[in-house]
């Protein structure tokens, strides 16, 4: 009995090579089907990030102009623009106009720009 348990232990050296190709052959299609959808989940990530900035950035523009109007520094037609350096976040940005408002994320963490268009860290909105 103990011979024949320790013969059958000598003859199980392993996987075949067949399986192990088997397997590689699927991890490879696996790879091949995953890492285009994982780039352009970074490439879509980092647009939603700028274009969030870009909302905190609107956002801080209209309770700056609120607080200049409860302050009686701004009227309905005019606001002291806050100008560069808004940080919000992890992001700085500008805020330059008075009725129609250009917002700029002009830095962030690094690579946050990568890939971009202009379009998706740049805005436009009318304040009044």
Same mark, same amino acid.
């Given at each position: 009995?103990? %011979?024949?348990?320790?013969?059958?232990?000598?003859?199980?050296n392993g996987f075949? !090579?067949?399986?192990?190709?088997?397997? %590689?052959?699927?991890?490879?299609? !696996?790879?091949?089907?995953?890492?285009?959808?994982?780039?352009?989940? =970074?490439?879509?990530?980092?647009?939603?990030?700028?274009?969030?900035? !870009?909302?905190? %950035?609107?956002?801080?523009?209209?309770?700056?102009?609120?607080? =200049?109007?409860l302050n009686g520094?701004?009227?309905?037609?005019?606001?002291?623009?806050?100008?560069? *350096?808004?940080?919000? *976040?992890?992001?700085?940005?500008?805020?330059? *106009?008075?009725?129609?408002?250009?917002?700029?994320?002009?830095? *962030?963490?690094?690579?946050?720009?990568?890939? !971009?268009?202009?379009?998706?860290?740049?805005?436009?909105?009318?304040?009044?």
């Amino acid at each position: 009995m103990y %011979l024949r348990n320790q013969r059958n232990v000598r003859n199980q050296n392993g996987f075949t !090579l067949i399986e192990i190709i088997a397997v %590689l052959v699927i991890l490879g299609i !696996l790879a091949a089907i995953a890492v285009p959808k994982y780039i352009d989940l =970074q490439k879509d990530a980092r647009i939603k990030v700028a274009q969030s900035a !870009l909302g905190a %950035l609107q956002s801080t523009a209209t309770m700056i102009y609120a607080k =200049q109007l409860l302050n009686g520094t701004a009227n309905a037609s005019s606001w002291v623009e806050p100008g560069t *350096g808004i940080i919000v *976040g992890d992001f700085t940005g500008s805020i330059e *106009g008075q009725q129609q408002v250009n917002l700029t994320v002009t830095d *962030g963490p690094n690579g946050w720009n990568t890939d !971009l268009a202009a379009s998706d860290y740049t805005k436009t909105f009318n304040m009044w």
